[in-house]
């Protein structure tokens, strides 16, 4: 119980003063309740992983809290004033007393009756009685009387010293009735004024808890790179062409530079040389994102960039093409691009490695066995997408 109510503290911090002003411990017990109610599970750690995931939740949370300090603030300052209702009662009725007394003193007064000054000649009389005595002790008085007498005189000074004691004590104890009175009053005036400060401040907890709260900005989203994707796959379909099948060709039928092949994997399932002639233009762009244009990370790789680099890709392969990325920044060739190939990229200059990528890709075309027969093609494609790339560039 201890851990949920150390979590509802969390959202409503008030609720502690209030659970440790609960002597019985229902409050706690309650406010328990509430999170475990609310959150959907006893477990505080996953209580407060649920909170923190619903903002709803939470502020539920928090609307409940303040409604439960706000109840059992009342009830504790309730029973707090019953307590001092009933003080008050006990001293009022001691005043009532102490004022039915004097009145009637009054009374006598005004009516000249000798009981009236009974009391005060009593007082008198004692009051001189005894300072009369001391005196005389003080002075030795009290040389050559015998033993007996002296324990007589003791016991008589012994009384008038009580009898002294309560005349004053009386008189004490009137001033301080009258000024308990007065402070009893002022602090009930004071009691009363807090429970309505506490009052209001838990109704105003209540009221922050119910009232919908200002919409807040939505985090701003990662700058990111605009998508040049349509832009480069319109220049890869225009140097890949329609439909051919050409025997020489070892990737067999292909349409929009899809092959055979490449389309069985995509569809995973057979497919014929009149299902690549049926390839529409819209799969085909879905599989260049797919399969060339995300694996390799085109989008973040900048204008002009990602098109050098997503053209190889297609006709090479996105690994391949990545590698000779890596090679002309001066970075692992590992064929993935990650923060140091990115950071590398940054310090680059884009036409600088534009050029780089066209110088790599033909070097890579040099090397391959069917150059001579396909050496033309590939380098003026070559030529064709640089051209394309410096643009977009600029």
Known sequence: MLPLVGLAASFLPEIIKVVAGDKAGHVAGTVAEAV????????????????????????????RLAEIALEATKAQNAEADQRRQDDLAALRASFENTAGARTNLLGLVSAHSPIAYGAPAVSVIVTIGFFVTLIVLVRGGMTGVSSETINIVNIAVGVLGTAFATVVN????????DTLQNAQTQHRESASSALEAITTVARSAVSAAQAPREPQPAPAAPVRRADTFDRCVAVVLAQEGGFSEDPADRGGATNFGITLATLRDWRNAEVSASDVHALTRAEATEIYRARYWIPA????????????????GVNAGPATAVKHLQRAL???????????TMAALQAA?????????AEARLAYYRGLADFERYGRGWTNRTQRVLAAALAMMS
């Open 330 to 340: 001066g970075v692992t060739d590992d064929g993935s691009i990650g923060p140091k």
């Open 36 to 63: 475990s109610q609310i959150a959907g599970t006893d477990d505080p750690a996953a209580a407060q992983r649920k909170l923190a995931a619903d903002p709803a939740a939470a502020m539920a949370l928090q609307q």
């Open 297 to 312: 990370r085109c989008g973040d790789l900048g204008p002009g960039v990602d098109l050098m680099v997503f053209d190889f």
């Open 170 to 177: 009386f008189r004490q104890n009137s001033r301080f009735l």
């Open 349 to 357: 200059t884009p036409r600088e490695l534009i050029g780089q990528l």
